[in-house]
């Protein structure tokens, strides 16, 4: 493997095998678990039990090109034509050996993985807790088969995390704590009317604070759909991107939920109670982060009217302003199209991180190309963003 350029990256991703969730399933589940049922041309649908997921339903036999958007989402090159395609079943999408040879390939030292598809599916399984979380040990099993948590210290995959009910999380958090996971993923938004900062959930957020595990925000297709998306008059449940309207990217999808997800985690004062716990938001974009620099002035203790106390700090009083609090805890990485020099004014160079989001569309096709987005940074912060941050946030 090439030495010079090396980088670590903070988001790849690879495609689920399809008996991600069903390998390792507790048999007296086997009624609800989470599957796919494929046509004879390989397409299929997502289901849980006998219902099909809403969002995540969709199961791709093909998928785009890796950065065939070219940065931002417009038009295939020439109009009229679709964009190409290749087959989602290809090793390096599906095999850690595979997948570390394209690594090699890109000068790719170190990678944080994800799965493309298994973040759309725990808002479908809020109903039956006791199924979700099953699924979700499933899933976790299977990761640990195939992707393993710290792969030859390179391929550092993230298990699944849901907050419905605070033991089964916080057993699931032992489990594969114990196992190696230096990071979980957790989706943006409230928790079944409640707030992911809310003291009810102290018990998983202890551990997880104890071990120092990164707690990571991919963009979701989650709950704000419904909420936010029914309320204005658009789809409640789209099932596929082409079914998401460009209200719905503005105020369900990405921004608008890490926004508010991290706001609530600052003044429910979680990171007061729970001091080494860091979140690290991937694509996301960055920009909100400038947005949320007006909560020091609607939490300063001389706002100008009486307030009750225990109501307006749930969580106990911050011990700093919330900008503060935001830069010693939130690491994002930035969208091939947001301005790094933009965010390097809001967020501290050692809080960036490089994400190619290989092999998405929208993506790097090749993590050798990432630092062309950095030609206006300084070259120490570049290194820290492409290499530095990663390793000192995963302790590797």
Known sequence: MSTSPRFCDAERHFHEADDSFTRHLEAKFADRAVHVVRNADRTGTWYFGDTPLAYGRRANARILVPGSYGGIPTAPPNEGEAFATVDAFQPQFVDRDAYLTIMDEQCVERALV???HAFNV?????RDVQAAYANLRAFNRYLEDDWGYA???????????????????RRELERVLNGGARAIL?????????SPGDRMFDPFWSMANEAGTL????????????????????????????????????????ARPMMDTMASLVLHNLFGRFPNLNVLSVSNGSTWIRDLARL?????????????EAQWWPGGRLTAPPSELIREHLYVAPFVQDDVVEILSYVDEGHVLMATDYPHPDGFADARDYPSILSDVPERAARSITYDNFRRLLKV
């Open 114 to 116: 994800m799965p493309v």
């Open 186 to 194: 957790l989706n943006t938004g409230p928790v079944l009317g409640r």
């Open 215 to 254: 707690v990571v925000f991919h963009i979701d297709h989650f709950s704000y759909h419904e909420f936010f998306g029914g309320a204005w008059g658009e789809c409640a449940e789209p099932t596929s991107e082409a079914e998401v309207s460009a209200f719905q990217w503005l105020a369900c999808v990405g």
């Open 122 to 126: 725990t808002w479908d399984l809020r």
């Open 296 to 308: 020091d002035k609607s939490s300063s203790p001389s706002y100008p009217w009486p307030r009750d």
């Open 151 to 169: 792969h030859r210290d390179r391929i550092y995959s993230t298990p699944l995390m849901a907050l419905f009910d605070v033991q089964e999380a």
